[in-house]
């Protein structure tokens, strides 16, 4: 969050970087394209100095994540597919399954908490990474995956799939499934801590974190897909939160300035080069691009997280970046925090967030 306020500073003083990573999503980059801003794709894949061309990166990231009114204002490069984890050591010392179903999930649950250990560690800081948690429960309900795509057009947040989201989450929380202090624990800095000291059975990760998980515990660590909700409308074992969680961004005005336009094109082209996508995938992260890996120096869970992640077929990004406006995305990661943390019920967290749309 921090970084984005500066950008934002940045922004609002007429001083963005030359070129910059940022997460994509409409509402992510909408205040730099609406202030005209940012270079659009076609415009630098067309430049005669540029070696990337649009095609190199599949439509579907474009059309998922880096669009503003249509436009392609950014260029994926990385992208991720959620998994989760579970401490075998764990499972085994309390004579324990894996959960398969929701109801297995709480028996489990139950268990751990009267053993003082998390059942998953989960949190939700600024809607990180707590907003993967809502939607992989919102997504396996009826309507829940088309309801919230179609969301930046039909302003629609209160649905059936998202109350009952909500409803779960709260439940969850009270049964102690989550840390007792969800902000503490939430974002990204804390998110694989409990997992890592074992204090926490169960994972939910993300490739950006793989290279966080002490291997000693990747190792006794076993994949599973999330446990499916007793009114699940969709298979869960083909189901994965995926979409881009890094693009480059060019600013406009440098790319037109003769004093730094050879020098920026330089420095793109290098960030789209395959050598720099080899060395995203060294350290744990999904390049957007095709390129060929050497086995050399890949991070064994990260390996393993490849093979696993191939089999889930329905591919859904999170609604965090679907959101039509800035304003509405802001309600919706504070309910979040708020939600985690019992301050708010799940009826209030709703209807904060429709309230939010129903005033754009």
């Known amino acids: 969050q921090e970084y984005v306020d500066v950008m934002k500073t940045r922004l609002a003083a007429g001083k963005l970087p030359d070129l910059f990573l940022f997460w994509p999503g409409e509402s992510n980059l909408k205040p730099f394209a609406d202030a005209g801003k940012l270079l659009t794709v076609d415009d630098f894949s067309a430049y005669s100095g540029s070696e990337f061309k649009r ?110 989201a909500a409803e ?26 409990l997992y890592n000291q074992e204090k926490a059975a169960m994972l939910y990760c993300f490739p950006w974190k793989i290279g966080d998980v002490k291997e000693d515990i990747a190792a006794k660590s076993e994949f599973f897909t999330i446990p499916a909700l007793s009114d699940a409308a969709i298979d869960v074992a083909e189901l994965s939160m995926s979409g881009q969680s890094m693009a480059m961004l060019i600013n406009k005005d ?49 390996v393993r997280t490849l093979e696993f992640t191939a089999q889930q077929s329905n591919s859904q990004p999170p609604m965090w970046g679907l959101f039509p406006d800035p304003s509405v995305h802001t309600v919706y990661i504070d309910g979040l925090d708020q939600l985690f943390s019992g301050i708010i019920t799940p009826d209030e967290f709703i209807n904060q967030v429709q309230t939010a749309f129903d005033k754009m």
């Open 55 to 164: 095609d190199m990166v599949d439509e579907s990231m474009y059309a998922s994540s880096c669009l503003v009114d249509g436009v392609a204002v950014a260029i994926p490069l990385e992208q991720y597919k959620g998994f989760w984890l579970a401490n075998t050591e764990l499972f085994d010392k309390y004579g324990l399954d894996i959960p398969v179903t929701y109801e297995e999930l709480k028996a489990v649950s139950k268990v751990f908490v009267e053993n003082d250990i998390v059942p998953i560690n989960m949190g939700s800081k600024g809607g990180n990474p707590g907003h993967f948690m809502f939607n992989a429960l919102s997504y396996q309900l009826e309507g829940g995956i088309d309801d919230d795509l179609s969301m930046a057009v039909t302003h629609k947040f209160d649905t059936p799939a998202n109350r009952k």
């Open 168 to 193: 779960y989450l709260d439940e969850m929380r009270q049964l102690g499934m989550f840390p007792d202090d969800t902000i503490a624990n939430g974002d990204w800095g804390p998110a694989v801590n």
């Open 254 to 302: 440098s790319f037109n300035d003769p004093a730094k336009k050879v020098e920026l094109v330089k420095f793109a082209n290098y960030l789209l080069s395959d050598e720099f996508f080899e060395i995203l995938a060294k350290t744990g992260n999904m390049p957007t691009k095709s390129v060929k890996i050497s086995g050399d120096g890949l991070n064994a869970l990260f």
